[in-house]
């Protein structure tokens, strides 16, 4: 099994591109999440989805967007990137509500925006 | 409010030594779930555990072993007898059973092993 895969892994943008972080797990798990992780920070909540056609928001939303039309596929849009979008982003998926805590993450995906 | 707080921001010991990992909750769900995740150098978050309210019992497993007090929120890690391939960067987290079981990380703590 592949797991939880994100591409890419890394890149570049300038201030104002946009850009769509890919996610897609192969463990039939409902829920999904998109986390970014900055430097002595931990990690940050930024949307979640419970399943195919439901998202919410988490600790910090502004300036992304996410859909989630199938089970295993949950992007991860950055519209008109800025520098404090500079950061290390995972994506991550569980089973169920009771076992949300036992994340599976995948690799992270570096963004730098100059 | 901060609801998980691991005080140490970097911890660096020598090889063969034992070393305990501090994580301070806060929560007012009596029903809720606590977590160590490990994130070695290549970067990938690795589940190590998962404890939930009702379960005190402190857990081994090998080199591991969790440390879970209700009296004074916390959920401490020790390594025994540390080793270079446990340098990495540790992060607990919290879910609580009252809102959507969403985990909420602490900042981490760096471990670093000398040889």
């Known amino acids: 099994n592949a797991g939880v895969t994100q591409t890419p892994k890394f890149r570049i943008l300038k201030i104002g591109q946009s850009m769509t972080l890919q996610c897609t797990q192969d463990m039939n798990h409902n829920y999904m999440y998109w986390y970014r992780q900055d430097p002595g920070m931990g990690l940050k909540l930024i949307y979640y989805?419970?399943?195919?056609?439901?998202?919410d928001k988490g600790e910090v939303p502004n300036g992304y967007n996410v859909s989630r039309s199938t089970t295993e596929d949950f992007p991860l849009r950055l519209e008109l990137a800025a520098p404090s979008q500079t950061s290390v982003y995972f994506c991550?998926?569980?089973?169920?509500?009771?076992?949300?805590?036992?994340?599976?993450f995948g690799e992270g995906s570096r963004l730098t925006v100059l | 409010a901060q609801k998980v707080t691991q005080a140490q921001t970097e911890i660096s010991v020598v090889e063969k030594e034992d070393v305990t990992l501090d994580c301070v909750y806060e929560t007012r769900d009596t029903t809720y779930y606590l977590f160590w995740y490990k994130q070695p150098p290549s970067g990938e978050l690795v589940f190590l555990i998962r404890r939930n309210s009702f379960d005190e019992q402190n857990e081994i497993s090998g080199r591991y072993s969790w440390n879970f007090q209700k009296s004074t929120s916390s959920f401490n890690f020790t390594i025994t007898a540390s080793q270079v391939v446990d340098s990495a960067v540790y992060f607990c987290a919290l879910s609580e059973g009252g809102g959507s079981y969403i985990p909420t990380f602490g900042r981490g703590t760096s471990l670093i092993v000398h040889p």
């Open positions: 989805s419970v399943g195919a056609g439901i998202t």
């Open positions: 991550a998926s569980s089973y169920s509500r009771a076992e949300t805590g036992e994340l599976f």
